[in-house]
C-alpha cells in the first residue's frame, strides 16, 4: 500500500507561484511514475504532469508547459510541483497519484493507470 499527502495549496494573485508537495509512504517510490491532475468545480478531472521513477523523464499538459516542473526526490519519498505564472484557470483541486512499479512510463498521462491517490489540496488563483 502507498500512503500520499499533498501540501502546499493556497490562495495566490495571478502571476504568482506556488510549490505543491506530495510525501508517499512506503520503500517502492523510487520504482513508481508519480504525476499530478487537477479537478476544476464542474469539470473532469485531468492530467497535468507526470514524472519517471528515476527522474529523468516528464510530461506536462499543453496548458501547463513553460510554467509548472515537476520534480522529485527519492530519498525524501517526495515528488514537488513548482507552478509559476499561475492563471485563474488553474484554479483547481490537485491531486498526486501513483502508478504500480510496473506500469510503463508512456502511460503516465492516463489516469487510470495510477494506483494510489492523494486526498488533494486546494489551490486558488484570483484575478
Known amino acids: 500500500q502507498v500512503q500520499l499527502v499533498e501540501s502546499g495549496g493556497g490562495l495566490v494573485q495571478a502571476g504568482g507561484s506556488l510549490r505543491l508537495s506530495c510525501a508517499a509512504s512506503g520503500r517502492t517510490f523510487s520504482s513508481r511514475s508519480m504525476g499530478w491532475f487537477r479537478q476544476a468545480p464542474g469539470k473532469e478531472r485531468e492530467f497535468v504532469a507526470a514524472?519517471?521513477?528515476?527522474?529523468?523523464?516528464?510530461n506536462y499538459a499543453d496548458s501547463v508547459k513553460g510554467r509548472f516542473t515537476i520534480s522529485r526526490d527519492n530519498a525524501k519519498n517526495t515528488v514537488y510541483l513548482q507552478m509559476n505564472n499561475l492563471k485563474p484557470e488553474d484554479t483547481a483541486v490537485y491531486s498526486c497519484a501513483a502508478t504500480t512499479p510496473t506500469t510503463p512510463f508512456r502511460f503516465s498521462i492516463i489516469e487510470s493507470q495510477y494506483a494510489y491517490w492523494g486526498q488533494g489540496t486546494q489551490v486558488t488563483v484570483s484575478s
Open positions: 514524472i519517471s521513477p528515476s527522474g529523468t523523464s516528464t
